[in-house]
């Protein structure tokens, strides 16, 4: 991947491209300037897939260059990276969004290798999907791997934080190609989406989950399935009552089953998705919001959606004991979930303090590597029956 770090601050910019260098993968270009930045952009001499950019910097700022960058179409993402508030960077934010220059995230000064490995997640999800370097294929060819049933569902279990009780499991598909290994949903999602293929991906995931439920506790009443809904997929109700159907059918209780939707589109996309999920909450069926946070929604829409959980997502998650500025947004969502009645999930969370402050600060459940990575469903099923509520 190409990186192009643009800071005038030489140590930051040292800093970084080390850090990324010991990560792999990419190739990365400096520049101490924004100007510098824009021509080496603009002579194409080096076009790079995610740019990390500094706000604060003379000259030609960070702001400045995001308009720059929108008017060029600069069509790879872009990081921030700030010592400032976080309300600069939500402003910042906002500002990219209407160059449709496409953030994927921000990172603190000093960056450490854990926000890039929280953040990494998100170019890698970019990665899969736009990059014309990825893995590719054709409509037939995923509609065929659907037919011939390359996709398994891993599973990650969700615990309550007060009790360590696990409450249920999240299924997250994965594409085992055969010639490509196990691929995760980053590298396919978003072209199955584009191909309207997504559908029929989402009805072999809850095939799958009911399948395997059956092989653990999960087929007892109150452990909860998780299944992730493209919003695409929630502009049509013939097919969310085809999934539904799927579910009572095979003898589930609706309560048990929980539809994640992810924050990006849910609240800009309005009436359809809305009818849809009030809908899916007179059945039974309870609603999460994913990834909450990223996108930077406006909270006060939240009310208006029947969300049963609200999943803060793990960039907030991670470092959330001691950084300052991730604590403000946590504690907001704390108090909105609390004040919509939605249970509060910390998704992502890989560290023992963060834990500790996460349950103490009365948050309800909580998901990460250090509870359990997502599994396959036997090795799931071998878990749950050793876990002994000790993590
Ligand atoms: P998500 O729903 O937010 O799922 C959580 C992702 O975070 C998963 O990545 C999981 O492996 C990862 N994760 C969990 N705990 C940690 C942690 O402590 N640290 C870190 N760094 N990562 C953690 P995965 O499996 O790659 O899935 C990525 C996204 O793909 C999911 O995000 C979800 O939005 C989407 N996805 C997965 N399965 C499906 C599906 O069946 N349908 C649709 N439409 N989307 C899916
Ligand atoms: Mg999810
Ligand atoms: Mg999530």
Not at 231 to 243: A, C, K, N, Q, T
Not at 312 to 324: E, M, P, Q
Request: include cysteine; hydrophobic fraction near 40%.
């Amino acid at each position: 991947m190409k990186a192009l770090i643009v800071d005038d601050d030489h140590f930051s910019l040292k800093l970084l491209a080390s850090q990324l260098r010991q990560r792999g993968g990419y190739v990365i270009e400096s520049c101490d300037s924004a100007e510098h930045a824009l021509e080496l952009i603009r002579s194409k001499a080096f076009y790079p897939d995610i740019i990390f950019l500094d706000l604060n910097m003379p000259g030609m700022d960070g702001p400045e260059l995001i308009g720059l960058l929108g008017k060029m179409e600069y069509r790879g993402g872009l990081v921030l990276v700030s010592g400032y508030s976080k309300r600069i960077l939500h402003a910042t934010v906002e500002l990219s969004k209407e160059h449709q220059v496409s953030i994927l995230g921000y990172l603190e000064k000093p960056v450490s290798p854990a926000q890039l490995d929280a953040l990494s997640q998100n170019w890698r999800l970019l990665d899969g999907n736009e990059r014309d370097n990825a893995f590719f294929f054709t409509r037939a060819e995923f509609m065929a791997a659907i037919a011939n049933r390359e996709f398994v569902n891993h599973y990650q279990p969700k615990i309550s934080l007060s009790d360590n009780r696990v409450t249920g499991v999240e299924a997250l598909v994965r594409w085992m190609h055969p010639e490509h290994g196990l691929m995760g949903p980053g590298q396919f999602i978003s072209l199955a989406e584009q191909y309207g293929c997504i559908n029929a991906l989402t009805r072999l995931v809850v095939e799958n989950a009911l399948q395997d439920r059956r092989r653990w506790k999960g087929d007892e009443a109150g452990f909860s399935m998780s299944i992730n809904i493209s919003m695409l997929s929630l502009s049509s109700m013939e097919f969310m009552d085809g999934i539904c159907r799927q579910i009572t059918e095979s003898g589930c209780a609706p309560e048990d089953f929980i539809f994640e939707v992810t924050e990006s589109r849910t609240l800009d996309d309005q009436r359809q998705p809305l009818e849809i999920m009030i809908r899916l909450k007179l059945q039974g069926f309870r609603l999460a919001i994913d990834d909450f946070g990223t996108v930077y929604s406006n909270l006060s829409k939240l009310k208006d959606y029947p969300f049963d959980e609200l999943k803060l997502d793990r960039s907030f998650i991670d470092g959330v004991s001691t950084a300052k500025s991730k604590f403000g947004f946590y504690h907001a969502c704390l108090a909105l979930a609390g004040e919509y009645d939605m249970t509060l999930v910390a998704e992502g969370i890989e560290n023992r303090q963060d834990l500790m402050f996460l349950k103490e600060s009365g948050c309800d459940l909580g998901q990460g590597y250090l509870i359990a990575r997502p599994m396959a469903a036997e090795a799931l099923g071998k878990w749950l029956a050793e876990y002994r509520g000790v993590i």
